[in-house]
Nanobody
Framework: QVHLVESGGGLVQAGGSLRLSCAAS????????MGWFRQFPGKEREFAAA????????NYVDSVKGRFTISRDNAKNTVYLEMNSLKPEDTAVYYC??????????????????WGQGTQVTVSS
């Protein structure tokens, strides 16, 4: 069982930045591909970014490419999502998740085994 806790969400103006963190309880954190998903109001959870076990490979949804950066620190059992040039349409609840699939194929929520509780990100115009 992997327990994930997100932090770093909040309210920011358009064009601003936020850094989300997700701390994992599991000492085998480096065994998991880690991903970030987001859920817009009234919508299903959708993929935003994923990072491989070693951190050498990343994957992003087109709408965040060039603005968001996913990274991880396996020594701290933590994955990050650096979000720049935020837009009002980025407003959502952001979730981190752990998967046993490779990062290149861990693109849908059904491929993730463990989830955090979510953190709200609100971007004002």
């Amino acid at each position: 069982q992997v327990h994930l806790v997100e932090s770093g969400g909040g309210l920011v103006q358009a064009g601003g930045s936020l850094r989300l963190s997700c701390a994992a309880s599991e000492r085998t954190f480096s065994s998991y591909t880690m991903g970030w998903f987001r859920q817009f109001p009234g919508k299903e959870r959708e993929f935003a970014a994923a990072i491989s076990r070693s951190g050498s490979s990343t994957n992003y949804v087109d709408s965040v490419k060039g603005r968001f950066t996913i990274s991880r620190d396996n020594a701290k059992n933590t994955v990050y999502l650096e979000m720049n040039s935020l837009k009002p349409e980025d407003t959502a609840v952001y979730y981190c998740a752990a998967s046993l699939y490779p990062a290149l194929t861990a693109l849908t929520h059904d491929r993730y085994n463990y989830w955090g509780q979510g953190t709200q990100v609100t971007v004002s115009s």
